[in-house]
């Protein structure tokens, strides 16, 4: 079980390449021989499938040597050597060729596996522009006669260009192949085949290259992956074509609903590939979720059903361990790129502002009131209400911020919010919250009271009721709306006190910003000392504080209760929180995502990230915390979020508002869930 569990097959990921050959004009032996080599090579790598350029085994600038029978003829040989060393080489691979079937010359990708061809697809758009001139050539796919031809000793291949493989051991993986131009025109035919059932998208192409014309691919491959809810590899031709009048730079790309996986170096002058492994269940999640796909389904099914699909068996290298080659960023709510960072960082700040704004106009108040505990989460919600005053031309005079220290308040938070609320010019007070909560405490017999170091959950709730009281009417009294700081973090965990503490609000600004990302975008405001060098200041102090509620206190000397020994590490249960809530993954799905990310600190990190965010975790840690998720998240928690006040939703990680992203039963069993946890291993060997 273990040797499985670490292996990518084993989790609906499929390891696909795209190779770009060194090939000779017109010398199809020696191209042949160059496929066959780089066939070897991705299959060591353990990969599934590769795919080669455009018309490869003869090289797409032979032009009229097409019309040679000798060229024609050494081709089709070409491809007999590929298709019987195929039958030792554990791969599916698909090759171009020129074919002459029925008097008709097509430019055809053939997909070829275990010495057998398993199918033909001739070129559907033939460019006959600028430097192309194919139709002087090659034949449409539309024109042919048949839909089966006997070629290298098989008979009746599939020929067409609506045909999709499916992996049998694997049905997730169907795979469509298209050529070059194919891609080019309004509709690709990819199109169809991923209403058709296709998952997996690839493209053999030529393509010469100009200047931006690499960026235009990319656009082109993000854009129709992200269309279809696909996958999509795309190879061009590289080093070895004729330079007559063109170049060739041998792009190579493989794109995942829009997200790029893996690129090819350009410009090689050797033969090369690249890898990329393929989330099979985020493509089926998506097109679950999104459910305008089935409309779209529904609405082209004439031509769906013309699809024919053929079914093999991929023999999966599932039994050994084989970990991930792609990298899966540790703070999936964070961008890793330190420029797009920025602008991210940026963007969430508006995104919380104008909520705030637009609830400040329409409800006529243009107070609020907050509560400043020194701390992470109403450090952002004032930062957001110092920008949403700022938008509405306002005094920053009119954010009525409290600081409310109680029994377990340290020195350090109270002088953080004390210093904050200063540098942010705001109006600041203080109230000690702790005589209020000893008239409650004596009301309800709270053993407390009467001198016992009881700290219960009675204990801790009648201090942020106290505060979320005061907030209210405070609120009452100056004419103001109470801004919420809870985050989504807290709410996933149920970390957050019921109806009368940091869970209610008259409008809250931080109901979908998750602990991670709030870490950095008060470390960008601090780095970019927007806000001036008093602020940062103070925000890195908060940055670097335990994080924690404070309604515990501590013995002189010891450890300050926190909040992560409770829920778990907020960067690990930020991660489990994004993969569960945006995709739906099993929990066995979630702990190799999660190990992939955290087993090794050099993995899945950009080079700015603290020194005190870089740690690992084995998988019998993780599975530990994952089960305190599940717990939370699934059983205790959800009451809780059907009853969150209003904010906007920031991020496509998700929102818990019963409005917005999710909508779940409050009395819900996590018993399916935590099931799951016995496929999870309890070591890393």
């Keep these: 079980m273990t040797e499985s569990f670490f292996n990518l097959y084993h989790h609906n990921f499929v390891r696909v390449a795209a190779a770009i050959p060194q090939v000779l004009v017109a010398d199809p032996a020696f191209n042949a021989k160059q496929t066959i080599a780089l066939m070897r090579e991705a299959a060591e790598h353990k990969a599934l499938l590769v795919t080669f350029p455009e018309l490869g085994l003869s090289a797409y600038s032979c032009e009229d040597l097409f019309h040679q029978q000798a060229l024609l003829d050494a081709s089709r040989d070409a491809l007999a050597k590929v298709v019987e060393a195929s039958a030792k080489i554990p791969i599916t691979a698909v090759v171009g060729v020129p074919l002459v079937i029925d008097s008709l010359l097509f430019n055809c990708a053939v997909v070829v596996r275990q010495g057998c061809i398993l199918g033909l697809i001739p070129k559907t758009y033939l460019p006959n522009y600028r430097e192309f001139y194919e139709l002087r050539q090659f034949t449409p796919a539309d024109h042919r006669l048949r839909d089966t031809v006997d070629l290298c000793g098989q008979r009746d291949i599939p020929f067409g260009n609506r045909l999709l493989f499916q992996a049998e051991d694997q049905p997730l993986f169907t795979f469509f192949v298209e050529i070059c131009e194919d891609l080019w025109v309004p509709i690709p035919p990819s199109s169809y085949a991923a209403m058709a059932g296709a998952t997996v998208l690839l493209n053999i192409s030529a393509s010469n290259v100009t200047v931006a014309k690499a960026g235009f691919r990319r656009l082109l491959v993000a854009d129709q992956s992200g269309r279809c809810l696909a996958a999509y590899v795309y190879c061009a031709a590289g080093a070895g074509e004729s330079t007559t009048d063109l170049a060739w730079d041998g792009q190579a790309l493989i794109y995942e609903n829009g997200s790029r996986v893996a690129e090819s170096e350009r410009f090689l002058y050797r033969p090369h590939f690249i890898t990329g492994d393929i989330d099979l269940d985020r493509l089926a999640q998506d097109r679950m979720r999104q459910n305008t796909f089935a409309q779209s389904v529904h609405d082209h099914r004439e031509d769906s059903v013309q699809f024919r699909t053929i079914r093999f068996s991929a023999d999966l290298p599932a039994a050994e361990r084989l970990p991930l080659e792609r990298s899966y960023e540790r703070f999936p709510y964070v961008l ?12 969430v700040y508006e995104i919380q502002a104008q909520g705030l704004v637009k609830r400040l106009q329409s409800s006529g108040i243009n107070k609020v009131v907050i509560g400043v505990s020194g701390g992470l989460d109403s450090t952002q919600a004032l930062l957001v209400c110092a920008h949403a005053v700022d938008v509405m031309k306002l005094s920053r005079k009119h954010i009525l911020a409290y600081t409310m220290p109680g029994f377990a308040t340290t020195e350090r938070t109270l002088q953080q919010a004390r210093r904050l609320m200063s540098a942010i010019g705001c109006q600041a007070q203080e109230i000690d919250i702790r005589p209020s909560c000893m008239q409650m405490l004596k009301d309800i017999g709270h053993p407390f009271a009467s001198g016992q170091q009881v700290f219960d959950a009675t204990f801790e709730n009648v201090q942020a009721g106290e505060r979320t009281s005061h907030l209210f009417r405070l609120a009452n009294q100056n004419g103001g709306l109470v801004v919420g700081t809870s985050d989504l973090s807290e ?28 870490q950095y975008l008060l470390r960008w405001v601090a780095q970019s000392k927007q806000l001036g060098a008093e602020v940062a200041g103070v925000l890195q102090d908060v940055l670097e504080t335990t994080i924690g509620a404070e309604l515990v206190p501590s013995e002189p000397g010891a450890k300050m209760h926190g909040a992560e020994d409770v829920v778990g590490p907020y960067e690990l249960q930020d991660f489990n929180l994004y993969y569960t809530l945006r995709f739906g993954y099993a929990p066995p799905k979630v702990a190799f995502l999660a190990w992939s990310a955290w087993h090794d600190c050099k993995q899945g990190l950009w080079p700015d990230v603290p020194e005190s965010m870089r740690h690992e975790y084995t998988i019998g840690e993780i599975k530990g915390w994952l089960k305190v998720f599940l717990e939370r998240f699934f059983k205790y928690s959800q009451f809780k979020r059907s009853a969150v006040p209003n904010a906007p939703k920031v991020g496509s990680g998700g929102s818990l508002s019963p409005r917005s992203d999710y909508r779940a039963p409050s009395d819900s069993e996590a018993t399916a869930w935590l099931a799951q946890l016995d496929r999870i291993p309890d070591t890393d060997s």
């Design 491 to 518: 709410l996933a965990l149920g970390y957050c006190t019921y109806g009368v503490g940091d869970h209610m609000a008259h409008y809250g600004v931080n109901a979908s910003v998750p602990k991670t990302l709030i």
């Design 336 to 347: 890793s790129d330190p420029a797009g960072r920025e602008e991210r960082c940026k963007e």
